[in-house]
């Protein structure tokens, strides 16, 4: 008598029994998102353990972000790259193309005065940028899980799925910095710039659209709610770079 316990795989909906499903591979034991999941399980193995997924999640993040990333904290996960790595991955990019291409705000300042504002810009994302980084993703999931609260995600649902949105939107940075080391005119790259500021601010409020648009009825409500849920962290980090400046530059800015 067959004692195996048949499990129905979470990324495929197969009916599996054993440590993998027959039919696509992914762990029978994947589970919901939990923060010791997060923080115990999940981070030793998606440091040490890379796969073909970065180029999949990639597309699926610039193709339907919101419903690709359900998708995954749901357990479809056997072909994605964890949100561990992936941030990991988008992290090392950002920082070697700015080593290859000497990427400095700075650069972006039309006069002295906007290039003496750059330049404090530049110091403080020397000494805060990755501090600042952490900070924005975990002020963002706090944000998103209570608008979103009738989801019923829990924190670190709402942790994974920001990690990859803002991971994501490091790639969109990564893009600019390679166009604006082509030589252009600093008006011209300072509204490539400004551009690249509202890409990254509808890509989010694209990202929850998706995401969320399964537990909303009321369409004018719920987008609303993905304002909110976006804007609201984006002034909260606004307020918190001008106070820095003001720290750096010891002056009113």
Same mark, same amino acid.
């Given at each position: 008598?067959?004692?195996?316990?048949?499990?129905?795989?979470?990324?495929?909906?197969?009916?599996?029994?054993?440590?993998?499903?027959?039919?696509?591979?992914?762990?029978?034991?994947?589970?919901?998102?939990?923060?010791?999941?997060?923080?115990?399980?999940?981070?030793?193995?998606?440091?040490?353990?890379?796969?073909?997924?970065?180029?999949?999640?990639?597309?699926?993040?610039?193709?339907?972000?919101?419903?690709?990333?359900?998708?995954?904290?749901?357990?479809?996960?056997?072909?994605?790259?964890?949100?561990?790595?992936?941030?990991?991955?988008?992290?090392?990019?950002?920082?070697?193309?700015?080593?290859?291409?000497?990427?400095?705000?700075?650069?972006?300042?039309?006069?002295?005065?906007?290039?003496?504002?750059?330049?404090?810009?530049?110091?403080?994302?020397?000494?805060?940028?990755?501090?600042?980084?952490?900070?924005?993703?975990?002020?963002?999931?706090?944000?998103?899980?209570?608008?979103?609260?009738?989801?019923?995600?829990?924190?670190?649902?709402?942790?994974? $799925?920001?990690?990859?949105?803002?991971?994501?939107?490091? #790639? *969109?940075? =990564? +893009?600019?910095? &390679?166009?604006?080391? @082509?030589?252009?005119?600093?008006?011209?790259?300072?509204?490539?710039?400004?551009?690249?500021?509202?890409?990254?601010?509808?890509?989010?409020?694209?990202?929850?659209?998706?995401?969320?648009?399964?537990?909303?009825?009321?369409?004018?409500?719920?987008?609303?709610?993905? $304002?909110?849920?976006?804007?609201?962290?984006?002034?909260? #980090? *606004?307020? =918190? +770079?001008?106070? &820095?400046?003001?720290? @750096?530059?010891?002056?009113?800015?």
């Amino acid at each position: 008598m067959n004692s195996e316990i048949s499990i129905t795989c979470l990324n495929c909906g197969h009916q599996a029994s054993g440590r993998y499903c027959n039919q696509c591979g992914q762990p029978t034991d994947t589970q919901r998102i939990t923060l010791p999941h997060v923080f115990k399980k999940e981070f030793l193995k998606w440091i040490f353990y890379y796969n073909k997924g970065l180029f999949h999640t990639l597309k699926e993040l610039f193709s339907r972000p919101g419903h690709a990333i359900r998708e995954y904290v749901a357990g479809k996960r056997v072909q994605h790259l964890g949100y561990i790595s992936f941030l990991l991955v988008a992290i090392v990019l950002f920082t070697l193309a700015e080593k290859l291409t000497g990427f400095s705000y700075a650069r972006l300042g039309s006069g002295l005065e906007d290039q003496k504002v750059l330049t404090a810009f530049d110091e403080m994302i020397n000494k805060y940028g990755k501090i600042l980084f952490l900070v924005e993703i975990l002020f963002y999931a706090v944000c998103s899980y209570v608008v979103f609260r009738k989801a019923k995600q829990n924190y670190a649902e709402h942790l994974v $799925l920001n990690t990859y949105k803002t991971s994501a939107i490091l #790639f *969109i940075n =990564i +893009v600019f910095i &390679l166009i604006e080391y @082509i030589p252009h005119e600093v008006v011209v790259k300072l509204q490539i710039y400004n551009g690249v500021m509202w890409v990254t601010l509808l890509y989010g409020i694209w990202f929850y659209y998706q995401y969320f648009s399964v537990y909303y009825k009321n369409r004018f409500l719920f987008l609303l709610r993905t $304002l909110l849920a976006t804007l609201i962290p984006s002034l909260f #980090f *606004i307020v =918190i +770079v001008i106070y &820095l400046l003001m720290l @750096i530059t010891g002056a009113k800015i």
